[in-house]
């Protein structure tokens, strides 16, 4: 586990004394790691698409591009269990 040193300045440092106080934290450090979850499971999802967004925009252009109208199509036949749906690429 790493270890970090932050300087927050005068003025939150402030209020992360408040919040200790006031929500029921036992430490800063307490209260800190709850920031910090809340953070990644509010992000985590918008992350992920975001790496996967890269990663296909990284890995090159199809020489079989679709319009808009056949990904949903294909997307709902797929959806619905259709076998007759012809992949592409």
């Given at each position: 586990m790493?270890?970090?040193t932050?300087?927050?300045g005068e003025t939150l440092d402030r209020y992360i004394d408040l919040a200790v106080?006031?929500?029921g934290y036992k430490t800063e450090p307490?209260?800190?790691r709850y920031l910090v979850r809340k953070d990644e499971e509010h992000n985590r999802e918008f992350?992920?698409?975001k790496a996967a967004i890269q990663e296909g925009l990284e890995s090159g252009v199809r020489s079989n591009i679709r319009t808009a109208e056949e990904i949903v199509k294909f997307a709902k036949?797929?959806?619905l269990?259709?076998?007759d749906v012809k992949?592409?690429?």
């Open positions: 790493g270890r970090k932050i300087d927050f106080k006031q929500g307490e209260y800190l992350l992920i698409t036949k797929r959806t269990g259709k076998t992949q592409h690429g």
